[in-house]
């Protein structure tokens, strides 16, 4: 407390003292029998100051007036003396009356209007209102007439320094990319004061971090906050609480001061490749599934977020480059594995493929810490299916005289399983324009007829598969054949 009122006192007395030594120039001390007179200053002043240096005339030309300066949020048990009017032509025979009008006058500054004392009769804030204009005059006691032009001058009320610093848009948000270099400018903050800017270093702020080291700076007058740590990761935190204050009194012992939070959230940059979860994947597919469908997904994950995190992928090598193909699924992140072409259990059990996660956008300042790809491999296992029988035609031509005996041989037809268990095959026909299973094909006169055969497996579940063949016959006028099966 001693070291604060130190410091008022020394603001107070500094402007007084330059004051006090620039008037000279401008006012002189009054021969007998002139003009009236003011005298300025605050309580502490007028008691260092002889009657003399009190004293200050108006010249020829009219009054000479000092500012009065009344100290804010002063109170005692009498009034404050501000200042005294005064005039030679007083003889102090109580024939000279001393009015004041103006801001305040009578309500917040009351004179004497014998002795020209001028007292502050109310507690004054500067942060209300700054100074007051007034206007005095030295008028006759009896007759109320002017002796002198009346004259106008300024009360000022002097600041003390009675208000702490405050942060108005408090609390604070701001963001700066991770991996960001030492310095970098993160965002300003400011408080204000509503102390005298001019006077004193009662608004002089200085600011300081109170919490946040060592990862941010503050410059002291600006306020601006920096990085104080380079390549601060994302991934390792995100984000900071700052705590900032200003002090006032230009940071010396006995400011007052105010705090305020900032909070800085780091943003995300390209600084992380993609990585798959496992180096190898193994799928199995059955040999007659549709093409298209989906047969796995692979994912390489990636610490970043947003489009820092968007991979694509591809098949870079591998002996199925030809039969399957990988998409990027842009919600999920991941690649899924498609058939393209036919699979064939019996010709190749199984695919070998290697591929390759890359991020789609890379940011060339971080581009040592590549490369931003991963490669992974996937084993896909091909499944047998039951497959049906396969002729091994899909048509057959056979001919037959019409007049060939019953049960004749005209031709044969063959199928094959294509399985590797080679079941068992059975054989019959069907009637192409009924479907329904016949032992015999009777016509007559006509030269050619179609039928179906079909072939099954004699294990259950049946595998159903047909072949059509038609049967040329060479006509003997008016008899009938038949064809037998």
């Known amino acids: 407390m001693p070291e604060r009122l130190s410091a008022m006192l020394l603001d107070l007395w500094t402007p007084l003292i330059i004051l006090w030594i620039t008037l000279p120039p401008c006012i002189y001390m009054a021969p007998m029998n002139q003009s009236p007179v003011l005298m300025s200053g605050s309580p502490l002043e007028l008691n ?12 020829k030309r009219g009054w000479v007036w000092n500012q009065m300066f009344v100290l804010e949020e002063f109170s005692g048990p009498e009034p404050i003396l501000v200042g005294r009017l005064h005039t030679d032509l007083d003889p102090g025979s109580k024939k000279i009356k001393y009015i004041l009008s103006g801001d305040g006058a009578g309500t917040i500054f ?3 209007d014998v002795t020209g004392d001028i007292h502050a009769i109310k507690r004054l804030d500067r942060e209300e209102k700054a100074e007051y204009t007034l206007t005095a ?10 002796l002198e032009p009346p004259s106008e001058f300024i009360i000022k009320v002097q600041d003390i320094n009675d208000n702490a610093p405050e942060f108005l848009n408090g609390p604070y948000h701001a963001t700066v990319p991770e991996m960001s270099i030492l310095g970098t400018s993160v965002t300003n903050v400011t408080a ?12 002089k702020l200085v600011y300081s971090i109170l919490e946040g080291q060592p990862y941010f700076s503050i410059e002291p007058e600006t306020a601006i906050i920096k990085t104080a740590l380079p390549n601060m990761d994302r991934e390792a935190k995100e984000e900071y609480l700052v705590v900032i204050q200003a002090k006032d009194m230009g940071g010396h012992s006995g400011g ?3 705090t305020t939070t900032l909070t800085v959230t780091l943003t995300d940059v390209n600084d992380n490749p993609p990585k798959f979860a496992q180096s190898l994947y193994h799928f199995s597919v059955p040999e007659d599934v549709v093409l298209g469908t989906a047969i796995g997904r692979v994912k390489a994950n990636d610490q970043d977020i947003g489009e820092n995190a968007q991979s694509s992928y591809d098949i870079i090598d591998g002996d199925g480059t030809a039969l399957f193909e990988i998409t990027s699924d842009a919600q999920a992140q991941d690649g899924i594995i498609r058939l393209r072409k036919p699979l064939d259990f019996e010709t190749k059990k199984s695919y070998t493929l290697k591929v390759e996660a890359a991020n789609v956008h890379i940011d060339p300042r971080f581009s040592s810490r590549g490369p931003f790809k991963d490669t992974a491999t996937v084993k896909i296992v091909v499944e ?7 002729f091994s035609s899909p048509t ?22 294509p399985d590797i268990t080679s079941s068992p095959i059975r054989y019959f026909s069907f009637q192409r324009n009924t479907d329904k299973q016949t032992r015999t094909c009777n016509y ?11 072939v099954l497996y004699t294990h259950v579940p049946i595998h159903l598969q047909r072949a059509a063949y038609n049967a040329q016959s060479q006509e003997y006028q008016d008899e009938e054949s038949y064809l037998a099966f």
């Open 444 to 454: 007559k006169i006509w030269s050619t007829y179609t039928l179906c055969v079909c």
């Open 110 to 112: 009351q004179i004497n």
């Open 396 to 417: 057959y031509l056979l001919e037959v005289h019409e007049n060939a005996a019953l049960n004749s041989v005209i031709g044969q037809v063959t199928a094959r399983d």
């Open 256 to 258: 007052l001061s105010g």
């Open 384 to 390: 047998d299916a039951d497959e049906p029988p396969v």
């Open 137 to 146: 005059q030295a008028v006759d006691w009896e007759t109320n007439k002017p």
């Open 48 to 59: 260092r100051l002889s009657e003399e240096q009190r004293i200050l005339n108006r010249s």
């Open 192 to 203: 204000t004061d509503a102390d005298d800017p001019v006077y004193g270093n009662s608004a």
